[in-house]
């Protein structure tokens, strides 16, 4: 993809790098010739950013020509919000105050150049401010009162850098149009870029280490660059072509944010918010499921009114859900009526409604593994050793054991269960799914599609192995050839 560097005076940039052009500004806005260039990328290094200005224009026209700004009009308006700055100053609150703790007035003032300053103690500063605000040039300026405040943060005009840091701005600049900054690969620029949402704090990553791995490898056979991002990087989302999620999601995270943004910006991106939306919810799941008469456990769907009347529609033991529960975290058995009222009433606490379903005792679940509507894998999960669920925890949530895991190929699982969670997946969309089924002599019962299910290497890939990451990154590969076809891209 072609490189342009947007400056208001193209005399004050102070270097030349091979692959990237550097034009005047408001040569970007006016002439059409910019408007046929196809899926450049364009670093906007305008004096100001405020609304309605040339600086606003580049990133705001950008967009419209299916380019890919930094910053993008979302960040542009993230640096005009008073409100924004705080925000990110309460989230940076520890760092600022660490950072910042040797300086003995009560202001301070820091530059930030494609992620850098000239002094290292404030790289990982400097980092996180240009993951939040991802523009290539910024200025920010901090307060003491009683404790480090960010302030305010802008863009640096190339004309304000002053002469000392001009070799430090060629050497970070030039490292991150290298490739050693990240991002920009001209050399040899890939089909497609897509970023992996992976890692942080995540207790229970739906894919490990090696998985990852597997991914990026995979992706690259197909000619698209991978990069690891994380939960503070969604500003540098519009530098992609697609996101791939890979961390635990929930509609009140992180997650469900950049799989918003991902989309606005026109990104292929799985798990789509849609699917999260209705995966991580098991009341709207339950009542779904009931509309498509796709079999499930008889399922209860609890409030304040009905919690006592749940035992005689289920018997006990029963089932009982919140209705964003993961990972076996959230989900109780209940043996007696008094256990099923203190359960409830602390489960009604946190929502309005929740789930009960009828006990269905079985050795293993089934999980099949679901993409663009086809089945993928399949495995079964066994209960951990003389309990009711695959995972055991202790008195405080820590997991205990987990039972094993025996993946079989698509054609040896049962055709009702494969079948049925094909049934089950088309409810939620086109998206990547696990089908969670108990098959009881002949009937198969859904007990909920999973959005991000379990990738792990060594389990789910056991069977296919490197033809399971293929297989998925190659229906990236083709939603991003479709999304650019659309866009009018080559």
């Known amino acids: ?59 705001l026209l950008a967009a419209a020509r299916g380019h890919r700004p930094i910053p993008d009009v979302g960040t542009l308006r993230d640096l005009n919000s008073p409100s924004m700055v705080r925000l990110v100053s309460e989230d940076l609150e520890q760092l600022i105050r660490k950072s910042l703790a040797p300086i003995q007035s009560d202001r301070f003032s820091l530059s930030v150049y494609f992620g850098h300053n000239t ?41 304000e850098v002053p002469d000392s840091h001009r070799p430090f701005l060629v050497q970070v600049a030039s ?22 949402l992976c890692g942080g704090d995540d207790p229970h990553p739906p894919s490990n280490a090696r998985a990852i791995k597997n991914f990026c490898r995979a992706a690259e056979r197909l000619d698209i660059a991978t990069d690891i991002i994380n939960k503070e990087e969604i500003s540098s989302l519009p530098e992609y072509d697609a996101l791939f999620i890979r ?31 209705k995966c991580t919810n098991k009341v709207f799941l339950a009542e779904v499921l009931n509309r498509h008469r ?5 399922t209860v769907v609890v409030h304040r009114d009905n919690l006592d009347t749940v035992q005689y529609e289920l018997g006990l033991p029963c089932i009982l859900k919140q209705p964003d529960s993961s990972y076996s975290e959230g989900v109780v058995k209940v043996d007696d009526q008094s256990e099923l009222r203190a359960v409830g009433r602390k489960l009604l606490e ?14 293993f679940d089934w999980r099949i593994g679901i993409i663009d509507g086809k089945p993928l894998y399949a495995c079964k999960y066994w209960m951990a050793g003389k309990h009711w669920q695959i995972i055991r925890r202790g008195e405080e949530g820590q997991v205990r054991e987990e039972g094993h895991v025996d993946t079989v190929s698509i054609d040896e699982a049962p055709a009702e269960v494969v079948q049925t969670a094909l049934r089950a997946a088309r409810t939620i969309g086109n998206g990547l799914y696990g089908v969670d089924l108990k098959q009881i002599g002949s009937r198969c019962y859904v007990i909920e599609v999973n959005d991000n299910p379990s990738i792990d290497a060594g389990f789910e890939d056991a069977v296919l192995k490197d033809e399971l990451y293929d297989t998925i990154m190659q229906v990236f590969a083709q939603r991003m050839k479709a999304m650019r076809q659309r866009d009018g891209e080559v």
Request: proline share 8%; with cysteine.
């Open 1 to 59: 993809m072609p490189i342009l560097l947007v400056v208001n005076k193209p005399k004050n940039w102070p270097l030349e790098i091979a692959g990237v052009d550097v034009v005047q500004a408001r040569r970007y806005i006016t002439d059409p010739v910019f408007t046929h260039i196809p899926g450049a990328r364009v670093f906007n290094l305008c004096t100001s950013y405020r609304y309605q200005t040339t600086g606003y224009y580049v990133s």
């Open 119 to 159: 002094a290292k103690r404030y790289d990982q500063l400097s980092m996180k401010l240009f993951g939040l605000f991802r523009a290539p040039l910024l200025r920010a300026e901090f307060v003491k009162n009683p404790v480090w405040q960010l302030k305010r943060i802008g863009p640096i005009g190339v004309s």
């Open 175 to 196: 490292d991150y149009f290298s490739g050693r900054g990240r991002r920009v690969r001209p050399k040899k620029a890939p089909r497609y870029n897509l970023a992996i």
């Open 247 to 277: 961390e635990t999601t929930y509609v009140t995270n992180h997650t469900y944010r950049f799989a918003r943004r991902a989309e606005a910006e026109g990104l292929v991106v799985i798990d789509d918010p849609l699917s999260i939306l």
């Open 294 to 298: 796709i079999s499930t456990p008889k």
């Open 350 to 363: 946190k929502s309005d409604l929740f789930i009960a379903q009828k006990f269905l005792p079985t050795p």
